[in-house]
Structures are given as structure tokens and as C-alpha cells.
């Protein structure tokens, strides 16, 4: 196998770029997706609309039990045969991604909105504030502050975790890494490269993670 | 101007106020005092709605609290409150928490609501402090702030429920004298407090209470002097020993 050959590497490069454009969009589009669906989840499971909040909560603990390759199968396998045509890997991937992280984002949410003590919307409403304004005032800025670790954790979380479309032969950063470490008999630097910028991405987001956390604790 | 008349108030079927009735006249200052558990919280967080009820009824100025049709965010605007835990805005400084409600419900301009917050920092004794934190404010010094918050809205009336409960002893009296000023210059008042120095110094009346019920309503020296029922003399005598 010899030394690390750099010239080897540059060649590859492009095509390791373009798996990491999928994954980054992958991740992006399902911490988007999954962000607005969890928020309404978590709207509906904070409402005072008891069927709601139970659907809601059953949502959640029903994507919480399963295992997200399973649902990316689904999609994937399942669909297709009712549907009667075929979906794109991707798209079945990111349905899977949003209807997944929405349930994990769902309780993120409440818990950070639950975070704010109620005495806080008791005094916004006291001034005179309305429900409404007591929320986007008082109430979000502070739930905000107190799930943004937790929010870039989960999506960090799923940026590792759009590697699963493997699976369903999309061509993500770990598998363009896979195929031409195969195709060029280069497994051993195209998984130590793979595992390095891997690395390197999520530390990154970790340390980025934890100085806004500092910052912006109250 | 605060009639408060045969309030009930349950919790499911668990009744937590009783038949509640009282008066407050205009430039005067109310003591609400009892043993923990006595509802007392409960029965000034039912003047400005924050605590909905289901029999009796009070009216600030006229105006029904408990009436569907009620304004009750215009109603709030008028009526100052001060939390035991102080309540401040942890996100926002100092000033942007004294601007918020004026900004947003009163309509003010931002330079009108700065000045009138600088105004009253000025006389809490804070406005070296106007672009701090709360979070780096002692407990006095954050009650001072949200006692000026609540100033800030040119209230009617303001409601203090508990408001030295929170705080070490000797942050207590910097409360109680902003408190005292207050009282002294005809503000209406209702004070839940334990605080009896400060109601023999200027509460008109006292309103005991036991269990979600009014036992004695008396003005203040004949509240201390002689309290009718036991179960105030029995409360006195406990608070007042040492």
C-alpha cells in the first residue's frame, strides 16, 4: 500500500466533494424540514387541545421506537409498491430524516420552552402583554437560548447520521469515500480520511456548540 | 376602586378560596397577611386575572376582572405587580426589561421609554446599574428593578405578592423603604407580605387570612392591638416573638 500518496488524494478529491455536498444538503434539509415539523409538534403537544397533544406525544414516541434505517426502508421499498413507481434514494432518505428528527426536535422544543419559568409569563401577561407577545418577547428568546446546544448536538448527530443512505446507494460523502476506496484498492486511507474529516466537521461544531452555550447562557 | 365580593375559586373540586370579600379605596394600603398555604398569592393574583375564578366578582375601577368581555391585557397595563421571585426578563438588560411593556403595550417611543426608565432607576437608587444583567444584580437590587418595571406603565394600583420573601435579611429593608416612598405618596396598594413592621408603619388596613378565607379585615392598629379571632392572635403572637 505504501506512504500516503497526496497526489492520489487530490485526484479523488472532486469526488469526495461531491458526496459531501449530498450529506451537507442531506443534513440541511432535514434539520430545516425536521425544525418546522418539530415545532409544530411541539406547539400541538404544549396545546391545551387534549387530542392533539396526545397525537402529537404518540407521534413522537412512536418515531422515538424505531430504528430510522427501518424508516428510510419504508420509504424506500415500501412506498414505491403502493405508489406503483419507484422513489430516488434521497428522497426517501430525507423524508425518513424529517419524520424522524422531527420527533427528537419535537421535544427538544418543549423542553425548552418548558425551561422558562412560569413566572416569567406571569409577569409578561401582568405588564400587560398579550399570550402572544408574552411567547415572542419573553418567553422564545430564552427557550431558544436554552435548547441552541442541544439543537446543534441533535443536528450534529444527524450529519453522522445521513451516512445511512448507504444503504439505499446514495452517493453521500462515506460512500463517493467507500467506492473509490474500493474502486482503487485504497479502503484503508479513503476510511481513515473519511473518519478524519468526520471528525474534524463534528468537533468543530461541538467546540462551536459550546461557546455559544457559554455565551449566551442566562 | 378595588372591590373584591364573594370570591370562590376551586381547583377541580378542590375549593381554594372562600367567599372572599374586601374593599380597597383609593390611595390606600392593604397588608393581605396569614400563615403559608393561606391563599394569599391566589387572592391578589385574582385582581388583575392572572388567576381565573369561578363565583364572585371584582372590579378595578368598575371594570370586571372576571367578565369574558373584559380587556384584560389593558386592565394588567394599569395594575403594577411584583413577583416574590422578582421576575425579570433574564435575557434583557436592565433597561430593556423596564421599556418592554411600555414600548409594546403602552406604544411609547423608545427614547420616551429609556427616559422614563432612567427616570425611575434614578429613583430606586440603580441607574449606575441601567445597562447590567439581572443575573448580575444582588435580589435587592433586582425587586428595585421590577418595583420600577411596574412603575414604568404609570399604574393605578400596584399588587405585591410577597416581595422581600426571596431575599437575605439585610436586602430586605432596601425593598421595604422603596415600598414605604410608594405608600407615602397615595399609591394603591396591596401587599402580601410578612413584613409586619412595614404594615404597622403603612397599611391602612390588614387583611387576614386562613385557608382561602378572610378571617379579620381591620385597620391596622386595631388588627394588632386586638385581634378578634384566635386563629390571628395565634398567628401574631407566632411571627411577632422574637
Known amino acids: 500500500m505504501g506512504g500516503f500518496d497526496l497526489a492520489y488524494l487530490t485526484a479523488a478529491l472532486p469526488l469526495l466533494w461531491e458526496g459531501m ?29 387534549r387530542l392533539l397533544a ?28 403502493w405508489l406503483g413507481h419507484s422513489i430516488d434514494g434521497f428522497y426517501a432518505a430525507l423524508v425518513g430524516f424529517v419524520l424522524f428528527e422531527a420527533a427528537y426536535f419535537c421535544e427538544i422544543i418543549r423542553a425548552g420552552i418548558q425551561s422558562v419559568r412560569r413566572g416569567q409569563i406571569l409577569a409578561g401577561l401582568a405588564s400587560g402583554l398579550s399570550y402572544r407577545q408574552t411567547m415572542r418577547a419573553i418567553v422564545l428568546p430564552q427557550a431558544l437560548r436554552n435548547m441552541l446546544p442541544v439543537l446543534l448536538t441533535q443536528s450534529i448527530n444527524l450529519f453522522k447520521g445521513t451516512s445511512l443512505v448507504y444503504i439505499v446507494g446514495v452517493r453521500d460523502f462515506l460512500t463517493a469515500a467507500d467506492v473509490i476506496g474500493a474502486r482503487d484498492n485504497r479502503i484503508v486511507e479513503m476510511y481513515g480520511i473519511a473518519a478524519l474529516v468526520y471528525f474534524v466537521i463534528c468537533f468543530a461544531a461541538s467546540l462551536l456548540a459550546r461557546r455559544l452555550q457559554r455565551r449566551y447562557a442566562i | 376602586m378595588i372591590e373584591i365580593e364573594h370570591l370562590s375559586k376551586w381547583y377541580g373540586d378542590f375549593r381554594v378560596l372562600t367567599d372572599c370579600t374586601t374593599t380597597v379605596a383609593q390611595g390606600e394600603v392593604i397588608v393581605v397577611c396569614g400563615p403559608s398555604g393561606s391563599r394569599k398569592s391566589t387572592l391578589i393574583k385574582c385582581v388583575n386575572g392572572l388567576e381565573p375564578f369561578e363565583e364572585g366578582r371584582i372590579a378595578v375601577e368598575s371594570i370586571s376582572v372576571g367578565d369574558r368581555k373584559t380587556d384584560l391585557p389593558k386592565l394588567r397595563a394599569r395594575i403594577g405587580m411584583v413577583f416574590q421571585n422578582f421576575e425579570l426578563y433574564p435575557h434583557m438588560s436592565v433597561t430593556e426589561n423596564i421599556c418592554l411593556a411600555q414600548i409594546k403595550v403602552l ?47 404609570d399604574p393605578i394600583a400596584m399588587l405585591f405578592d410577597e416581595p422581600t420573601s426571596a431575599l437575605d435579611p439585610e436586602m430586605i429593608n432596601e425593598v421595604l423603604d422603596v415600598m414605604v416612598g410608594l405608600a407615602e405618596e397615595g399609591m394603591t396598594m396591596i401587599v402580601v407580605t410578612h413584613e409586619m413592621g412595614f404594615a404597622r408603619k403603612v397599611a391602612d388596613r390588614v387583611v387576614f387570612m386562613d385557608e382561602g378565607r378572610i378571617v379579620e379585615d381591620a385597620p391596622t392598629d386595631v388588627f394588632f392591638a386586638a385581634p378578634r379571632s384566635e386563629r390571628a392572635r395565634l398567628f401574631l403572637s407566632k411571627i411577632l416573638q422574637h
Not at chain 1, 402529537?56 to 420509504?75: C, D, E, K, N, Q
Not at chain 2, 432607576?121 to 444584580?137: F, T
Open chain 1, 21 to 49: 455536498q449530498v450529506t451537507l444538503l442531506l443534513t440541511l434539509f432535514g434539520v430545516v424540514g425536521g425544525l418546522a415539523l418539530g415545532a409544530m409538534l411541539a406547539v400541538l403537544r404544549l396545546s391545551r387541545a
Open chain 1, 54 to 81: 396526545t397525537a402529537a406525544a404518540g407521534y413522537v414516541t412512536f418515531f422515538r421506537s424505531i430504528p430510522i434505517l427501518l424508516g428510510i426502508f419504508w420509504f424506500y421499498f415500501l412506498v414505491p409498491i
Open chain 2, 107 to 153: 406604544k411609547r417611543g423608545k427614547a420616551e421609554a429609556v427616559a422614563r426608565a432612567r427616570a425611575l432607576l434614578e429613583r430606586v437608587g440603580l441607574i449606575d446599574h441601567a445597562e447590567k444583567y439581572p443575573g448580575n444584580l444582588s435580589g435587592g437590587q433586582q425587586q428595585r428593578v421590577a418595583i420600577a418595571r411596574a412603575l414604568a406603565m
